[in-house]
């Protein structure tokens, strides 16, 4: 992500599928994933710009 560019919304909201977060095992949560995902929320939050996350929901 450029860190020079200005963003274009102040706002956003990430729906993450509750899959994703599987990994490869088929079940639970795996940290290296969600650890990632945490990582480039960070980014966004370090850019000005409000994160809301739902994770799963249909």
Do not use: C, H, W
Request: net charge negative.
């Amino acid at each position: 992500m450029a860190t020079n560019a200005k963003p274009v919304y102040k706002r956003i909201l990430l729906k993450l599928s509750g899959e994703a977060l599987q990994g490869t095992e088929g079940f639970g949560i795996d940290a290296s994933i969600l650890d990632r995902m945490a990582q480039e929320i960070k980014e966004l939050v370090e850019l000005g710009i409000q994160v809301g996350v739902v994770i799963g929901g249909g």
